[in-house]
């Protein structure tokens, strides 16, 4: 699941660079991204996903993304509720703004149900 820096800070910069409350932390290889201390997103293998639930996955299908998927120690496929964050909106500064903000949100509904 290893992310180069330059994917890394061409996301930070390029693509969410400028959203307030944006921020980020290592973990296994890749980065998590937060706003305003929610998780919203990942970076893993050089690929940008925003995390979905029933709210904004058909935003995300519609689009034609896949979800992240991972082989687990038993070579066994685990598939997490974060999508690839299509292109078009990679590169839309306006829509991604309010795709951040639905991620981070289903981040929230997930934390009050805990």
Known sequence: MATDKSFYDYVMHEVIGGIPGISSKP????????????IFGIIADNTLYFKTSDQNRSDFE?????????????????????????????????????????????????RRKK
């Open 62 to 110: 519609r689009l034609g993304s896949q979800p992240f998927t991972y082989a687990g120690k038993n070579k066994k496929m685990t598939t997490l509720s974060y999508w690839e964050l299509p292109a078009e909106i990679m590169e839309d500064k306006d829509k991604i703004r309010s795709w951040i903000e639905k991620s981070a949100a289903v981040s929230l509904e997930t």
């Open 27 to 38: 973990m296994f290889g890749g980065f998590g991204l937060y706003k305003d201390g929610l």
